[in-house]
């Protein structure tokens, strides 16, 4: 069984900056999409960002302009780049891979960073 895990998160102050890493424990075969949800007490899971497998990115309107995503298929990691940090930012970061086995998506989970952004 694949397993996600995510590193780099932590406490920071608003306007600061972090990166989050999230490394496949095996290679994930065919991976079609990378990304990064997160979930705040009390609310319901968002997504962050994505990847695909050709590159093109989305982001959510509330990070566009101050989080970049990246990702290596090689190395069966993806990458969040967070600046300018807000405190409504906090939340526990969960990575998303999505590969592909018997010609259907078979989608991982990590179990999250917490990243806290204090005012």
């Known amino acids: 069984q694949v397993q996600l895990v995510e590193s780099g998160g932590g406490l920071v102050q608003a306007g600061g900056s972090l990166r989050l890493s999230c490394a496949a424990s095996?290679?994930?075969?065919?991976?079609?999409?990378m990304g990064w949800y997160r979930q705040a007490p009390g609310k319901q899971r968002e997504l962050v960002a994505t990847?695909?497998?050709?590159?093109?990115?989305n982001y959510a309107d509330s990070v566009k302009g101050r989080f970049t995503i990246s990702g290596d298929k090689g190395k069966n990691t993806v990458y969040l780049q967070m600046n300018s940090l807000k405190p409504e930012d906090t939340a526990l970061y969960l990575c998303?891979?999505?590969?592909?086995?018997?010609?259907?998506?078979?989608?991982?989970w990590g179990q999250g960073t917490q990243v806290t952004v204090s005012s």
């Open positions: 990847i695909t497998s050709g590159g093109i990115t």
């Open positions: 095996r290679s994930i075969f065919s991976i079609a999409l």
């Open positions: 998303y891979v999505v590969g592909t086995r018997n010609f259907r998506p078979d989608p991982y």
